[in-house]
T-cell receptor, first 112, second 116 residues
């Protein structure tokens, strides 16, 4: 199963872009990269996912390197409400038995 | 649309007691799972199910039982509670296609369990 490595914590000024890196050097060709976040002790919230191409939605952008061994989540204009733990997850397994493996994530602190 | 609903939200148990955490989803998802999260840690998979009548173990299954008699419900049973099972429990569900794909996984709001 592919593992992910993230920095334990990052700071970002409100209004600036937050760039959260993730390494997944053992990812296989059919595994997706997911990003979730968890605010306080609420249930994890889906942000974005991708396979090969860069993706963008109303919350964030996901940049995946060409060799797919790392990715970056970009919050273009961070706000105080974006303070959370961000998890980079590789979807493991095949067929219908796929499941998520969580690491310890990156704690993003957005400050004034 | 309620999504994934967990009950109870808070529970205190005595060591040796048994209880069931309930999880229900109204999205007709085949795939459901239970995770636990200890303080300062990421989520760890306890059990999961790919459809009614089918369950399998995750990373930390000991001390827990599950069943999946309907698509909607996936209860988690603690057989004989221990202090080590004090944790926050999250239920999750997703639609699973025939092949592994980028289907979004939805989480419940969590059940806080304390075993004394």
């Amino acid at each position: 199963d592919a593992k992910t490595t993230q920095p334990p914590s990052m700071d970002c000024a409100e209004g600036r872009a937050a760039n959260l890196p993730c390494n997944h050097s053992t990812i296989s060709g059919n595994e997706y990269v997911y990003w979730y976040r968890q605010i306080h002790s609420q249930g994890p919230q889906y942000i974005i996912h991708g396979l090969k191409n860069n993706e963008t939605n109303e919350m964030a952008s996901l940049i995946i390197t060409e060799d797919r061994k790392s990715s970056t989540l970009i919050l273009p204009h961070a706000t105080l409400r974006d303070t959370a733990v961000y998890y980079c997850i590789v979807r493991v397994g095949v067929g219908t038995a796929s499941k998520l493996t969580f690491g310890t994530g990156t704690r993003l602190q957005v400050t004034l | 649309n309620a999504g994934v609903t967990q009950t109870p939200k808070f529970q205190v148990l005595k060591t040796g007691q048994s209880m069931t955490l309930q999880c229900a989803q109204d999205m007709n998802h085949e795939y459901m799972s239970w995770y636990r999260q200890d303080p300062g840690m990421g989520l760890r998979l306890i059990h999961y199910s790919v459809g009614a009548g089918i369950t399998d173990q995750g990373e930390v299954p000991n001390g827990y039982n599950v069943s999946r008699s309907t698509t909607e419900d996936f209860p988690l049973r603690l057989l004989s509670a221990a202090p080590s099972q004090t944790s926050v429990y999250f239920c999750a569900s997703s639609y699973s296609g025939v092949t592994d794909s980028g289907n979004t996984i939805y989480f419940g709001e969590g059940s806080w369990l304390t075993v004394v």
